[in-house]
């Protein structure tokens, strides 16, 4: 992070305008198996408890507005006016089914001859995503409690076991305030108010080992079993040395924080640097897309192993027709993944304490142009935004740093990449109302449509209330789902192989 963005560095508590200014410089498929037999089937690619599909297919609309549906739609998907076809594929119990034999994947999957992971893998790799959901949204609460900054050493063993005693306490605090942050913001703390944040940045630690233990122990025991098959063994093992790379820029974030050249600039406030903590994040949020996206691959090797199980769904799933919503969910996730990414800068740089208004920043859609890209935050030789250098400006290269170091930039970016995937979410949800959809995809795209609405108002919430913790860590958990549901879409619309 270079000076000048640290020289920019504001405490979160200031709000006051003076402040201000002086930065401003469904429809549902008719002839799902469910409706017709009224057995419960598991959601095609889902392990869906019988429980949840009982409880879905209770809401479901037996019949779509045929006069939505374009003939050639029909025309495209093979089997679709094949009502009894559907349910007798979906309900006869297969051989291989009752045998568990494998050959049958062998069959389905082509050229293929392995038989696939072990549904205990699936289950697995969900799990483990689902505990890095929980460790995003606690390293998200430890970075707005301002607590990431408490324990100036990293070491993999002793680091597990926080002080016990009233002078091992000491000790550790001791350490803490040789540092800046307590030295620029804290001189008034407590040993009781540094517990609370030494706790909150240790948890995250330990849960981050206990994430790194219960993916590597496992891995390493379904890899010795031949549990894995061989993509499905590549991409753990990929994720596995992303959790290891993580647990190394976490480090290397906290590190940023604690320099001593701190101290020596005027007006920086101690945080880490927003392009290590926009790294974090992202490293973060492509584990969980790679355990979430592997995961559903395993129960979906598995459907894919049971001859007939997927047959309508793969008729409807493989139709040209859906190839545009194909590459929209592809589309899409990358759009999610973006924006959370300059959420991060967000976060990073404190932005979201700065116009704290929507649609409008200050009275105006869109800020003054020299304001978003001024010129003070371009380059070394720059006159500083808060006035403390007499130098002048005398090049404009670098101006990109506005990007990612100028706060009103970057929360201008974020407003404006949160309403754009808000709004292709609802341009993909309504074009594909009139698709010929798998149960499965609409219920996912109604859930995408609904966290992304949600996801907004989070984000609108937490500018206008000034970024409070719980709606903040909400927001970081929005984000997440929202991604989840965008993967799962991607993996819903894959291609079932013939
Ligand atoms: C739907 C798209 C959106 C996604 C995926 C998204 C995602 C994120 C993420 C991941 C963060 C970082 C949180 C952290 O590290 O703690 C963030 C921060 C933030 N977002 Fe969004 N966001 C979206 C839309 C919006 C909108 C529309 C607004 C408001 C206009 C907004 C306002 C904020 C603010 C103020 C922060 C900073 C919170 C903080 O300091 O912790 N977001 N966003």
Redesign the pocket.
Do not use: E, K, M, W
């Given at each position: 992070m270079s000076l000048i963005t640290r020289t920019l560095r504001l405490p979160?508590t200031v709000h006051s305008p003076a402040w201000r200014s002086s930065i401003s410089a469904t429809k549902v498929f008719p002839l799902s198996p469910r409706l017709s037999t009224g057995v419960c089937a598991p959601m095609e690619g889902f392990p869906a408890p019988r429980l949840l599909s009982t409880l879905i297919a209770h809401t479901q609309r037996p019949t779509w507005r045929t006069g939505l549906l374009p003939g050639r739609l029909v025309a495209a998907v093979p089997g679709l006016n094949s009502s009894a076809a559907f349910t007798t594929q979906a309900t006869a119990p297969s051989t291989a089914e009752s045998t568990g034999s494998h050959q049958s994947h062998s069959q389905s999957q082509g050229p293929s001859s392995e038989p696939p992971s072990r549904k205990a893998v699936g289950y697995w790799l969900l799990a483990s995503a689902a505990s890095v959901f929980g460790i995003v949204v606690w390293?998200?609460v430890t970075?707005?409690t301002e607590s990431g900054l408490s324990i100036v050493e990293w070491n993999l063993i002793r680091g597990m076991k926080p002080p016990r005693t009233e002078a091992e306490w000491q000790e550790e605090f001791e350490k803490y305030k040789q540092f800046p942050e307590y030295k620029k913001l804290n001189q008034d703390m407590t040993l009781e108010e540094f517990k609370f944040i030494f706790f909150m940045e240790w948890g995250h630690r330990i849960w981050g080992r206990l994430i790194g233990a219960t993916f590597l122990l496992p891995a390493a025991f379904f890899h010795y079993k031949g549990w894995l098959t061989s993509p499905v063994k590549k991409r753990v093992w990929f994720i596995a040395g992303l959790i290891c790379f993580q647990g190394v820029l976490g480090w290397y974030m906290v590190k940023s924080g604690l320099d001593h050249a701190l101290m020596d600039t005027p007006g920086a406030v101690p945080r880490v640097s927003p392009y290590r903590?926009a790294a974090h994040?992202g490293s973060a949020?492509l584990i969980y897309t790679g355990m979430v996206y592997t995961g559903l691959g395993v129960f979906r090797e598995n459907n894919l192993a049971r001859p007939g199980r997927l047959t309508q769904f793969g008729n409807l799933v493989n139709s040209p027709v859906l190839n545009r919503l194909r590459h929209s969910a592809h589309g899409l996730t990358m759009l999610?993944f973006f924006?959370?990414?300059?959420?991060?800068f967000?976060?990073?740089l404190?932005?979201?304490?700065l116009y704290d208004t929507?649609?409008l920043m200050g009275d105006r859609l869109i800020p003054p142009k020299d304001e978003l890209w001024d010129p003070r935050f371009s380059g070394k030789d720059m006159t500083s935004p808060q006035g403390s250098s007499s130098q002048v400006v005398t090049s404009n290269s670098g101006m990109w740093k506005n990007i990612f170091e100028n706060p009103t930039t970057v929360?201008f970016n974020?407003?404006m990449?949160?309403?754009t995937?808000?709004t292709a979410?609802t341009l993909i949800y309504l074009y594909a109302r009139r698709l010929p959809l798998p149960r499965s995809v609409r219920i996912t795209l109604n859930t995408l449509m609904s966290l992304?609405v949600l996801?907004?108002t989070?984000?609108?919430s937490?500018?206008l209330c000034s970024?409070p913790t719980e709606l903040?860590?909400s927001?970081?958990a929005?984000?997440?789902s929202?991604?989840t549901a965008t993967l799962t879409l991607m993996h819903l619309l894959k291609r079932v192989p013939k």
């Open positions: 979160r390293g998200g970075r707005l903590l994040l949020f999610v924006t959370a990414i300059s959420g991060a967000v976060a990073g404190d932005a979201g304490l929507f649609p929360q974020h407003r990449l949160g309403v995937t808000f979410t992304a996801q907004v989070l984000g609108i937490t500018l970024v903040a860590a927001h970081q929005g984000s997440l929202l991604l």
